[in-house]
């Protein structure tokens, strides 16, 4: 039976949450955009999008640890499964849907698109 190291699977979500942040700055989208974009929309302001961000980070990190090893393929691809996944499905039909970017975002333009998969 597969157990989760949740310290580490923590850990690992909030530091990946922090390298998102990062590469986002990087490419031009300025520090902390999402946190920014969940507050606004939700009307609950930056605080709420910080936890809310690096919550999420977290949970997704968790549920990678607790499926990776039923994913196909050797262990050095199946991060690359996992977060393609879950791009498309709770980003492109989602998320980008829910904050009025349109399916895939491609309200907001096609960098839109293929930035939250390369940043993901």
């Known amino acids: 039976m597969h157990k989760i190291n949740w310290r580490r699977a923590i850990f690992a979500g909030l530091l990946g949450t922090i390298l998102f942040d990062l590469f986002g700055l990087v490419m031009g989208m300025g520090w902390w955009d999402i946190p920014s974009m969940l ?3 939700t009307g609950l302001g930056l605080a709420y999008g910080v936890f809310g961000h ?3 980070g977290a949970l997704l990190a968790i549920l990678y640890a607790g499926i990776a090893p039923s994913l196909w393929g050797p262990a050095w691809i199946r991060p690359f499964i996992f977060i393609t996944a879950q791009v498309v499905a709770l980003v492109w039909f989602f998320m980008f849907p829910l904050v009025g970017a349109g399916v895939m975002g491609l309200d907001a333009g ?3 698109t293929i930035g939250s998969l ?3």
Request: no cysteine.
């Open 39 to 41: 507050g606004e929309q």
């Open 54 to 56: 690096f919550s999420n």
């Open 110 to 112: 096609l960098d839109m």
């Open 118 to 120: 390369v940043r993901h």
